[in-house]
């Protein structure tokens, strides 16, 4: 499938999901450079250790509120 997305970037949130990282996948084999954001560091370090050496992962500070009061 050719979605025109060669040698573009795509920002993916919710990528460290089961559905997101699918679609990281697929925009990836596609050609772009995809940024993946989500909230699972264990998924997003599996996704980077089998990622197909262009990929990279940073895992900052989590940025969940801790109450809707925040």
Do not use: K, Q
């Amino acid at each position: 499938m050719d979605l025109g997305l060669s040698d573009r970037t795509a920002v993916v949130t919710g990528g460290t999901g089961r559905i997101g990282s699918e679609d990281c996948r697929t925009i990836a084999d596609e050609g772009a450079d995809v940024v993946v954001l989500g909230v699972d560091e264990y998924s997003a370090r599996i996704a980077d250790a089998t990622g197909d050496g262009r990929s990279r992962a940073d895992f900052p500070l989590p940025l969940r509120r801790r109450s809707a009061a925040s």
